[in-house]
């Protein structure tokens, strides 16, 4: 077995590194290709700890890593995220991931340790999860690419992932180049990713007034003219914050599948982790069935958009990446909780549940987000292809 490079990790990106790393089958379609691993993915004689100093649930061993494997990737080590992906920033019990260029910065989350690995030339992609925005959000600001499948997409399985919220929980990679992530889908399902023709592909533009600051707005109107020039149809459209039904059922659920631990006096959580966990256990019955009824209504919404146009293209990140210990950003309407900045813009689509990709813009560390309809992914991801370096 080849031993995985070894190279410093001053960013404490890295969970596990084996003496030795997994061995791809010879000969497959991704063959020469390393990854890194989330660790929240079950791998056999890896440990899992979810980067908290809290018990876990067992969680078997994961489909997709060994689906990978066996098309002939090598895994290489298990990168360290935002303590049991509840969370944005890369904040958790092992030290904490900083940004891959500037140590003074956060790199994402919940995949931030993923972001970096791939930023850093460690891994040519990168397994995350995205619950409301894990994948996309570190993609942005560590400038690569990501990209979260329709939810229940059969060739990115979560069997053997520890989740945090099944309701809105999807696994996908991260690399330098989204030419990577279509091989990668590709051979994952039996096919070639092609780049698609844009003219005359309807865009919907979201870009809620005073959500972004002024360099993430500059950046995605940049992209939406280069999109027209492509030939595309851009029209600015409107949807409303979800975080209503966002936030309790993604709570609830994580309460539920670290409710043993929270039975501890002391679990071994980071304070935040430990409150919102709390937090989500009390929320009542009630309260998460209004969750629920508020998704079924946003879904309705997003369809119709969905039918209306072909896609959606939004920012990924409400602004650069922010100061480690930072909780507040400001934007166009002013100073606002940096969870609340950030999720407003990409809970909606795991929320729902539709495909997405992340892909960085000409703006460092500022990334765009474009969201197709359920079940296109090879469709959206063709688009990504064939913007290339115009996004």
């Known amino acids: 077995m080849p031993t995985p490079p070894d190279f410093p990790d001053p960013q404490r990106a890295w969970a596990y590194r084996p003496s030795e790393a997994l061995e791809g089958a010879p000969g ?5 290709l390393t990854f890194s691993v989330k660790d929240l993915f079950g791998v056999p004689g890896w440990p899992l700890t979810a980067s908290t100093r ?7 061993e994961s489909v997709l890593v060994r689906r990978l494997l066996e098309l002939g990737a090598s895994a290489v080590g298990k990168t360290h995220l935002h303590e049991v992906a509840l969370g944005i920033t890369g904040l958790n019990g092992y030290g904490s991931t900083t940004h891959p260029h500037d140590p003074a ?3 994402g989350g919940s995949s931030g340790g993923a972001a970096v690995s791939v930023a850093l030339g460690q891994a040519d992609f990168a397994l995350g999860t995205d619950t409301g925005g894990s994948i996309r959000v570190p993609a942005a600001w560590c400038g690569v690419a990501g990209y979260k499948p329709t939810k229940g997409h ?3 399985s979560t ?16 690399a330098r180049d989204l030419g990577t992530i279509a091989r990668v889908h590709g051979a994952l399902n039996r096919g070639q990713i ?16 005073g959500w972004t600051d002024a360099t993430v707005r500059a950046a995605t109107l940049a992209s939406a003219t280069d999109l027209e020039g492509r030939g595309a149809v851009v029209t600015q459209v409107h949807l409303p914050e979800m975080l209503d039904a966002y936030s ?3 709570l609830s659920e994580a309460a539920q599948v670290h409710a043993e631990a929270l039975q501890l006096a002391d679990p071994g959580f980071q304070p935040f982790t430990l409150s919102a966990l709390r937090q989500g256990a009390a929320l009542s019955a009630e309260d998460v069935q209004h969750a629920f009824d508020r998704r079924a209504d946003y879904a309705w919404l997003l369809n119709g958009l969905l039918t209306a146009f072909d896609v959606i293209l939004a920012p990924a990140v409400p602004t650069p990446p922010p100061l480690i210990g930072q909780d507040e950003v400001e934007v166009g309407e002013g100073t606002v909780p940096l969870r609340r900045a950030v999720l407003r813009l990409t809970a909606p689509f795991s929320l729902l549940g539709v495909p997405t990709v992340s892909l960085p813009t000409s703006t460092a560390d500022v990334g765009v987000q474009l969201v197709g ?6 469709r959206l991801l063709g688009l990504g292809l064939a913007w290339g370096a115009g996004a």
Do not use: F, K, M, Y
């Open 54 to 60: 809290a018990p876990v649930p067992e969680v078997g």
């Open 28 to 32: 497959g379609p991704l063959a020469g």
């Open 105 to 107: 910065r956060v790199p």
């Open 194 to 209: 092609r780049g698609q023709d844009w003219n005359g592909v309807r865009v919907g533009l979201w870009l809620p007034d």
């Open 154 to 156: 059969p060739d990115w």
């Open 159 to 174: 069997q053997g992932v520890l989740p945090l919220s099944w309701t809105c929980d999807h696994a996908g990679p991260l």
């Open 248 to 250: 309790p059922i993604v």
């Open 373 to 378: 309809r359920h079940g296109e992914d090879d």
